[in-house]
């Protein structure tokens, strides 16, 4: 667990994350109604699910529990992007929209990434 770090909130991998939700909820309203619940449905769980194991492993107060969710956190942060991409495919969406979604996507990946790493190397 990191001992400078009093909340969840004050993480700022938990901020981008929290920050990417709404925009992905945006993209995911304009997809197809048939989509409603496929496509639309996945992608809105796979972006709720990155900020809320990164808070659930950080409240578990173990380095080991923490990182353990932290890798699910980045699974699906891959998993939504993996949707977006079929999305592109099926050209539900514009090529921009995605791009930005893309951008927000690498830039928590990178250092939720290096978080982990981090906290790798302590209980190494």
């Not at 995911?28 to 809320?52: I, Y």
């Not at 699906?76 to 539900?92: D, K, N, V, W």
């Amino acid at each position: 667990m990191t001992a400078d770090v009093a909340s969840y909130r004050d993480l700022k991998v938990w901020q981008r994350a929290m920050d990417l939700v709404p925009k992905l909820y945006q993209l995911a309203a304009k997809l197809p109604t048939h989509e409603r619940f496929g496509l639309a449905g996945q992608m809105r769980r796979a972006a709720v699910s990155v900020p809320a194991n990164i808070a659930e492993g950080h409240s578990q107060r173990s380095t080991r529990e923490f990182l353990r969710h932290l890798g699910i956190a980045r699974a699906s942060l891959a998993e939504l992007e993996t949707l977006l991409l079929i999305g592109q495919r099926l050209e539900y969406s514009r090529v921009e929209e995605l791009q930005e979604l893309q951008e927000a996507i690498t830039d928590l990946g990178m250092p939720l990434s290096g978080l982990i790493r981090r906290l790798e190397a302590k209980v190494s």
